[in-house]
Structures are given as C-alpha cells and as structure tokens.
C-alpha cells in the first residue's frame, strides 16, 4: 500500500513536490489555503510568470547571493533546462527573452498553474483547497500528521512549502517559519527582497513614472575600512514616488547588507561612454546649436525631464545660452550624466516585495534530500528556505527544483 505524503502549500514549490511525490510512488494530498492554486503564480512576471532562465549553470549559480551551494542536489535533480523541459512535455510552449528569461508562448501566468495542476489531477493527487494547516504533529522526533481548519490528518511525510512573507495578500504570511520555530528550527531574519529603493532624495518624486533603459547603477560603501563597490548592473531603472524602482533597483535591493541605510549609488546614465567621449558629444552638439538654450541641448541627451533634473543638481539654468555654458558648468553636466548621486533611506515593505530574505537555517536543513535534521519525514522547500536570487526567473527556478527534490525525498522515504 501507497505512504501518505503531505504538500503544504499550493505554489511553485508545492505543485512540483506534489508531481515528484506521485511520481516516486505515493499517495498525495495538497493542502493549499486559498480558495486556488498558484495565486502567487498569478502575479509573477506582470502576469506573465518569469518560470525559469535559458542561462548556463555557471550563471545560474551567479545569480543567487546567498546559499548558492545548498542547491546543489536540487539542482541536479531539476535544473533550469530541466524545468524548461518538463514544461514542454506537459504541453507548455515556452519562449526565451531578452535576458534569456522562459515564459510561456502564451503570456499567460495561469497556464504554468495549469500545467501542473492538470499533471497532479490525472495522476490522483487529492487537492484540497481552502485549507489552512494550523500546526505540524510529531511524535517522538518524527512527523506524523499535521493539524488543519478541517481537523487533523495522518501522514507519513510532508513537505513544507508555504511561503514567505512578500505579498502577503496571497497568501504568504509566514507560516512556515511559525511551524518550524517551533520544532525547534532557528529562522534567519527575513527582510523584503527585489523591492523598491526609497532614496533621501525628494527630487525622483519629480520623475515619477518615468522608466530609463540601458542606464547603470552601483552601490558604494565602506568594507574594512575602504570604500569599495558594493553592487553595479545594467538594465532598466523607474523613477517612482518614494525613490528607485525596477529590474536593476530590485537586483540593489537584494544585494544590499541589513546596515543598508545611508549606502551611496550612483546612476550612470551614458554607461556606454567614458567621460571625455561624453564632453565631446557635448561640444558637438553645443557647436551645432550655440545661441540655444541649454535645455535644448540635454533634450538630445535624455528625456525633457530629467534633463531639467540634471541641470537643477548641477546648479545650472535650463535657460542659460549654449554659448554662454563654461568649461566649469560643462564638466559638472558630464560628471552627472555618469554619476547622478542617490542615497538609501530605506526599502519597500512585504507588500511590494517580490521575495523575502532570509529564511531557516540551511544547515538544519539535508541539502541532499531538504528533510529537517531536527524532526524525520519533514521536508522543505521553495522561499522558507533561507536561499535567494536575483531577478530574471532564478527566484522561481530555485523553488521548482527545491519542491521536486523535496518531493521525490518524501516520497521515497516513505
């Protein structure tokens, strides 16, 4: 007769334990408290669900800060490629875009939820939603059951696969790191990741909504004594009410320590041009347009707006002629357009966070099976996990492949 295994939670992490626990032979339930499955999912990539990266491994691993190794076997088991083709032999058509980020040909978030949901109801997986599990049952160090809204269930695994605490209207409410402080589990300190910036700086306010491409931003601050490069990538940055936000203000967030407050940026807005290959498209464009305002000269530079923004931090007249600009002023325009000076005051709440950092310990933690080394037959997987990435799918990528080890572990054990 079949074991019994648990799924506790209905997202990337738990549909694929669930797939993996059937297909290593056991009986599955999937207990998921809201009233669907995958609402996270949902919401993922602007709707469109950002599942995975066509990327190497080597640079799949370069894009998790923290933990990298722990994935390992998971990885082994269920990598990027991996998910991408699984995927497609359950009648998914993926496309690669810029950055090599895998979403489906359909554009449609829900169709990854679909995919899976579809695989575990024809192969008996019993799915029980609005269902909100209250506590895990152990006795004598093993799991043996967990405590649910509608009663207590029997077990012989279970895997642990509820969440963190970003977005908590989806249900994320960090239930996860309840149940397993109290098995005994130490939790890291969570805190939003891949969030907005919120900058000392009114004047973003000025330019919000306003979305810059192929712009560069790095971070500064003191290590050892030394002020050295903390973060720098290249992409696509917004302007918003409270700061900074987009693809490389939501890699900054991650990659910021906790004494992040005060840290330095710099906003390169022509990264592709040293500073004397800049000052020179200045006086070619100031020789071609002398008796202009200097605003019509910025306006062939960067949008009206920020243009204005620029000429504000460095003191300058947006009206002032072109022919009256000084070498002085010029140079200040330049050192600008490559090192827009922003500071950190804080980072966006749970609410707006994509990810949440931080987690249980991953050394209490098998990396080989993702079973607790503190209670038998309890498994864990996807963002309660103390790993996480930075953003293009990888995030997503480590919760598909955490849930199918954890769910082949459990599985088999039992």
């Excluded at 977005?167 to 990741?193: E, M, N, Q, V, W």
């Excluded at 209490?364 to 038998?376: A, C, M, N």
Aim: with cysteine.
């Amino acid at each position: 007769m079949a074991k019994h295994v648990i799924v506790i939670g209905g997202g990337a992490a738990g549909l694929m334990a669930a797939r993996y626990a059937l297909n290593a032979g056991a009986e599955v339930t999937l207990l998921e408290k809201n009233e669907k499955l995958g609402k996270k999912l949902y919401i993922t990539g602007k709707g469109r669900c950002n599942l995975t990266n066509a990327c190497d491994f080597d640079a799949l691993m370069k894009q998790i800060p923290r933990n990298p190794r722990f994935m390992y076997s998971a990885f082994s088991l269920l990598d990027n490629q991996g998910i991408m083709r699984l995927f497609e032999e359950m009648g998914l058509p993926l496309k690669a875009e810029r950055g090599e980020r895998v979403f489906p040909a359909s554009d449609h978030a829900s169709d990854v939820t679909y995919a899976l949901e579809r695989y575990l109801r024809a192969n008996g997986c019993k799915i029980m939603l609005s269902t909100a599990v209250e506590a895990l049952i152990c006795e004598n160090g093993a799991l043996t059951g967990v405590k649910t809204s509608r009663g207590d269930m029997r077990c012989d695994a279970a895997v642990l696969a509820t969440g963190g605490l970003s977005y908590p209207s989806t249900g994320s409410t960090g239930d996860g790191y309840r149940f397993l402080k109290a098995l005994g589990h130490s939790i890291t300190p969570c805190r939003p990741a891949l969030t907005g910036i919120e900058t000392e700086e009114s004047w973003c306010a000025d330019l919000m909504g306003l979305s810059l491409k192929n712009v560069s931003l790095s971070a500064w601050g003191e290590k050892n004594g030394k002020r050295r490069l903390l973060f720098s990538e290249q992409g696509e940055m917004l302007f918003t009410h409270y700061g900074i936000s987009g693809p490389i203000a939501l890699s900054l967030s991650s990659a910021l320590d906790d004494k992040f407050r005060g840290t330095e940026l710099r906003l390169d807005l022509k990264p592709a041009l040293n500073e004397d290959t800049l000052d020179a498209r200045l006086l070619r464009e100031f020789a071609r347009m002398p008796n202009k305002q200097l605003i019509s000269c910025m306006d062939t530079l960067e949008p009206h707006a920020l243009g204005e923004a620029v000429l504000s931090l460095a003191d300058i007249s947006p009206y002032q002629p072109i022919n009256s600009v000084t070498q002085a002023q010029r140079k200040a325009i330049v050192r600008l357009l490559k090192g827009i000076p922003l500071t950190v005051k804080g980072l966006r709440g749970f609410d707006e966070a994509i990810i949440t950092r931080g987690g249980v310990n991953v050394k209490e933690i098998d990396p080989s099976t993702l079973e607790s080394r503190f209670v038998k037959g309890l498994y864990v997987a996807g963002e309660v996990l103390d790993v996480d990435a930075f953003t293009g799918g990888f995030n997503l990528t480590i919760a598909f492949s955490s849930g199918a080890l954890a769910g082949k572990s459990a599985g088999e054990s039992v």
